[in-house]
């Protein structure tokens, strides 16, 4: 038995996003297996794995359930430790550690009003104060990070920091917020990374739209 990542829809699951791009990215050997968000609830999906309900879901090898994307980060960083998920660099590993959580555990304004959506990129909309003041704080943590590596990533090498704000980067790029020029160069990193690339084509072909995560905003071309 190996172990098995279990995502959901490559288009909209930005919790999924991050930890499938670990894996592809870090060629780890671990099975991935797709739930629908068409139909029946994801924690519906989810009752072989309790207490899982959400994805990503990681489930070990001798049957373990790791059922939150930070702990599934951390648990692909423990089985894999040669593939270098976090930085090697107590420093840095420290920074990436920060990046990551804060980002776990912050940004709901951005996450709310500006939903993952890969198939579609909008403009001239109004996001508002709230979304405004997460983008200054995005702002300011890549730059802290972007002027003590030098990018393009935020801790050197791509790293779970990295993974963490591919869905961030993907919503700035999608929605066409306003962000600084480094805030800029380091979204279009993402958008020209192979494997988040690889991941957006198979996302645009994925099942249907879900009009729960459409938005009624002027449409444009995807800018990546
Ligand atoms: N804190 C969780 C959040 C995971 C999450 O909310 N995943 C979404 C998909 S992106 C989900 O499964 N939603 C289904 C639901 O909430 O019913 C994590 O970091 O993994």
């Known amino acids: 038995m190996t172990h098995r990542l279990i ?7 930005s919790w999924s996003l991050r930890a499938a791009l670990l894996v592809d990215r870090f060629d780890l050997p671990v099975e991935t297996d797709f739930i629908s968000f068409l139909g029946k609830s994801v924690a519906e999906q989810l009752t072989d794995t309790p207490p899982a309900r959400t994805v990503p879901t990681l489930v070990l090898d001798d049957g373990s359930v790791v059922w939150d994307s930070l702990a599934v980060a951390e648990t692909l960083a423990d089985l894999f430790p040669d593939a270098g998920l976090w930085p090697a660099g107590i420093s840095e590993r420290a920074t990436a550690r920060a990046l990551a959580s804060e980002m776990h555990s912050g940004f709901a304004a951005l996450r ?17 104060l709230e979304v405004a003041e997460d983008l200054r704080r995005i702002d300011v943590i890549w730059d802290h990070a972007l002027t003590r590596s030098g990018g393009p990533w935020l801790c050197g090498d791509y790293s779970i920091a990295d993974a963490f704000f591919a869905p961030v980067a993907a919503r700035i790029a999608g929605y066409g917020l306003s962000i600084s020029d480094s805030a800029s160069s380091y979204v279009a990193a993402h958008l020209a990374e192979p494997t988040f690339r690889a991941w957006r084509a198979k996302s645009l072909t994925d099942g249907p739209d879900l009009p729960q995560y459409v938005r009624d905003y002027p449409q444009t071309d995807w800018p990546g």
Do not use: E, I
Request: charged content about 25%.
């Open 7 to 13: 995502l959901g829809d490559r288009a909209y699951s």
């Open 112 to 128: 709310t009003m500006c939903p993952m959506n890969l198939r579609v990129a909008y403009r001239d909309w109004d996001p508002g």
